[in-house]
């Protein structure tokens, strides 16, 4: 079974969405069992059952409220990384929480990102433009670039990396860069 702190070993910090109460208690007693504590140093279950939790790497974790889970999003600098709680632990490969915003965001980049799953595949087809991508396909590549083929680079510091040099890469789609020269220059300074 997937554990939590295998995602804050991942992020330094994510939020988790549990759609019902025996997500949210089931949530809440694995991360217990995991060493997770409350800021104030509870024990998980002692919280009473919201559907939005943030975990973070120093093994804390609190509530989150609605309100900052919705109006981060309306950002197309949201950083967070937000889990489905359900999905996570049945092992769904993605299992990032959609959007409804038009920030690049982990959940399109994961989609996108596979649609060639087999990595060798993946690899030589990123060494030229691919025809017909759409920009959302290009980024989600160099993000699988940065993340498994040319780098291991944390996922985060990838999807900040790629945030932060969006125009430039916007003008490197249109003059038809192909992914793996962008993701190794990328990724050179990622780290």
């Not at 509870?42 to 939005?52: A, I, R």
């Not at 409220?65 to 949201?78: E, I, N």
């Not at 030589?124 to 290009?138: D, L, M, P, R, V």
């Not at 510091?157 to 962008?182: G, M, Q, T």
């Amino acid at each position: 079974m997937r554990t939590l702190d295998q995602l804050t070993d991942l992020y330094s910090h994510v939020w988790i969405f549990c759609k019902n109460e025996e997500l949210q208690i089931r949530f809440l007693e694995q991360a217990e069992s995991e060493g997770f504590l409350t800021l104030t140093g509870e024990s998980p279950t002692k919280l009473f059952h919201p559907h939005l939790y943030g975990l973070f790497d120093d093994m804390t974790m609190g509530y989150l409220a609605g309100m900052v889970w919705s109006l981060s999003r309306k950002t197309a600098f949201d950083m967070n990384v937000r889990i489905d709680y359900e999905k996570y632990i049945t092992g769904k490969f993605n299992y990032f929480c959609k959007t409804d915003s038009d920030a690049i965001n982990l959940y399109m980049i994961t989609e996108a990102a596979y649609s060639i799953a087999d990595p060798g595949q993946f690899e030589k087809s990123c060494n030229s433009f691919i025809e017909g991508q759409t920009f959302a396909n290009y980024i989600a590549y160099i993000f699988r670039g940065l993340t498994e083929i040319f780098w291991h680079h944390k996922p985060e510091e990838a999807l900040k990396r790629i945030k932060y040099n969006l125009i430039i890469l916007k003008n490197d789609f249109e003059n038809r860069i192909p992914v793996a020269d962008i993701a190794l220059d990328l990724g050179y300074s990622c780290g």
